[in-house]
């Protein structure tokens, strides 16, 4: 199993990145899938969770109606479009299946990719 998080990089409040999670080594199709952060000295959270067939998803509230959670089961491929960044947004993100779009824990897989650092500042 291998996920490989991109995209993130340092942003002013109010900005946007898009970052991707590239999977291999499972059937992603067959998946849920969830983005999560882990800010300094914070423990690990969800960010967003999304059904294999994209039916269901679920925001945590402090990203709700800023963050859109999408993917492409043909590319192998989860998304987290984030908008209107504000500091607190500012963590490593990680991306790991889940056992369901309400049920994150224990993620499906043990180890964790590299994440991608968003900083969110001016």
């Known amino acids: 199993v291998q996920l490989v998080e991109s995209g993130g990089g340092l942003v002013q409040p109010g900005g946007s990145l898009r970052l991707s999670c590239a999977a291999s080594?499972?059937?992603?199709?067959?998946?849920?899938m969830g983005w999560f952060r882990q800010a300094p000295g914070k423990e690990r959270e969800i960010v967003a969770a999304?059904?294999?067939?994209?039916?269901?998803?679920y925001y945590a509230d402090s990203v709700k109606g800023r963050f859109t959670i999408s993917r492409d089961n043909d590319k192998n491929t989860v998304y987290l479009q984030m908008n209107s960044l504000k500091p607190e947004d500012t963590a490593v993100y990680y991306c790991?299946?889940?056992?369901?779009?309400?049920?994150?824990?224990?993620?499906?897989?043990?180890?964790w990719g590299q994440g991608t650092q968003v900083t969110v500042s001016s």
């Open positions: 080594g499972f059937t992603f199709s067959s998946y849920t």
């Open positions: 999304i059904k294999w067939s994209g039916g269901r998803i």
């Open positions: 790991n299946a889940v056992p369901d779009v309400d049920d994150w824990y224990p993620p499906a897989f043990g180890s």
